[in-house]
């Protein structure tokens, strides 16, 4: 889609040689905002073996560094202060996910983050607390990843990265404008950065302590699972969180 | 797991739900009573009080494994799950290995998921409608947590039977479907075993009894 999206606008470009990048832009959204066609993508995982290994080297780093630091950051951290520092987390990414809203053609969900991150930045005192929710503001996310899956872009294989977990190239280059979206990467200097970073990172790991070790004791395959959760979740989310019975496999003849 | 502060908090909120609710709904997905209600959407209310009372009173983890192995024998159509999990492969198994492969599965998930739901007893779920299509339904309900957690959306996928009853074959939490997860799972493990029921129901049996 992004390529017949590309296809659509080059004619048109060509043709108005003074076009102004604004209006390339603004043709750009025009087609990106019509280009509604999503279908959910099997697994595709050709590097397998390679995956494999990676996340062994993961699982070996997060057990010996990244699982005993969260829980020790539990340790010494009261809940309500985690929930200050989540909230705070969310109202970071809200920036990238209004546009990403906006280039998925979703008015309604725009203003519902505009209004979000406005409301709790200010209200909020910087995003620790979500007074948003109470005037009916639930949360609401998209990413640039969504976006590139909205426009018709594969995802590409499976990989599993140490240190990053279960992705794709599509997650991975959206992962990368996401980046540059949130406000965290614009500090200036590393030693300012970097802890918040770190701190981020932190209380993710501490969220995931007893889902992943409930998972870890009870999977045939924690790879697959993991590989499995992700790539559905993916979808899902790509798809809005909608679940069609006219897209279910036909399973009636399984039966006794 | 996933380490990185450019990902979508989205992604972390349903990539924990997920994991935290694994029990919860395979929790679920065991227990069933017989119902001939008049909608899915009774039926899942049903199943749903069920499995809490098997948690509230069964105290013993032999107590909630044997409750949850009959709920999940009345009310599941085990055959229908275990041929769909092993995919392709269904098709060219001996009714045999078909039988020894659904006993392995269904031991499995009962093993593993009675005794990690002892923790899920204040937990509740509303039903909020349904789609139908032929004789296949989704249902769509709300996980209620007993903490400051907020609500979770959950989706049952139950099957009118020929002969009119409802069974219970997968549920959806945040877009992961669990019967399609343990069919992801079994893909891998016979293609690194050329195929080999046997050497996938060696791998069900050896698994841990319990999430310890």
Same mark, same amino acid.
């Given at each position: ?256 | ?117 002892? $923790? ?26 007993? $903490? ?65």
């Amino acid at each position: 889609m992004l390529k017949t999206t590309l296809q659509i606008l080059h004619p048109i470009a060509c043709r108005e040689r003074r076009m102004s990048p604004l209006r390339f832009f603004a043709c750009f959204l025009a087609v990106m905002c019509i280009s509604k066609a999503v279908s959910a993508e099997p697994i595709a995982d050709p590097f397998e073996r390679i995956n494999r290994v990676s996340f062994a080297i993961h699982q070996t780093l997060d057990r010996f560094a990244m699982r005993p630091a969260a829980i020790a950051y539990r340790t010494v951290t009261p809940d309500f202060v985690e929930t200050r520092i989540r909230n705070i987390f969310a109202n970071l990414s809200l920036p990238a996910a209004g546009i990403n809203a906006v280039l998925q053609g979703k008015p309604q969900q725009t203003l519902t983050i505009t209004a979000r991150f406005l409301i709790n930045t200010t209200l909020g005192i910087a995003g620790m607390f979500d007074v948003a929710e109470r005037f009916g503001l639930m949360p609401s996310y998209e990413d640039t990843a969504q976006t590139f899956a909205r426009a018709g872009m594969p995802s590409g294989p499976y990989l599993f990265i140490p240190l990053l977990g279960p992705s794709s190239p599509r997650h991975l280059l959206g992962r990368a404008a996401d980046q540059f979206m949130s406000p965290v990467s614009h500090l200036q200097e590393p030693r300012d950065r970097n802890p918040v970073i770190g701190l981020n990172l932190l209380q993710i790991r501490a969220d995931l302590v007893e889902p992943l070790d409930d998972l870890t004791a009870s999977s045939t395959d924690l790879y697959a699972s993991m590989r499995s959760f992700y790539w559905q979740n993916r979808e899902f989310e790509i798809l809005d969180g909608e679940t069609s019975i006219d897209t279910l496999p036909d399973v009636l003849d399984l039966g006794d | 797991m996933i380490m990185t502060s450019s990902l979508p908090p989205s992604l972390f909120k349903g990539f924990s739900a997920i994991l935290l609710t694994t029990g919860i709904a395979w929790a679920t997905i065991l227990p069933s009573a017989a119902a001939d209600g008049p909608s899915a959407e009774d039926y899942v209310t049903k199943i749903t009080q069920d499995a809490l009372t098997i948690l509230r009173t069964h105290q013993t983890d032999a107590g909630r494994e044997e409750a949850f192995g009959e709920l999940i024998d009345r009310t599941t159509n085990m055959r229908r799950i275990a041929r769909f999990t092993l995919g392709p492969v269904a098709r060219s198994v001996s009714d045999e290995e078909l039988a020894r492969f659904e006993k392995a599965l269904r031991n499995n998930l009962v093993k593993i998921y009675a005794n990690r739901l002892a $923790s899920y007893t204040n937990e509740r779920v509303e039903t909020q409608g349904e789609q139908k299509k032929g004789r296949n339904h989704l249902v769509a309900s709300k996980i209620i947590f007993a $903490s400051e957690r907020p609500p979770l959306d959950m989706t049952w996928w139950i099957i009118e039977e020929k002969d009119g009853s409802f069974t219970l074959f997968d549920i959806q939490i945040l877009g992961v479907w669990m019967a399609q997860e343990q069919r992801d799972i079994f893909t891998g493990i016979l293609k690194s075993n050329n195929q080999s029921i046997d050497a996938l129901i060696a791998h069900l049996e050896k698994q841990p009894t319990s999430a310890d």
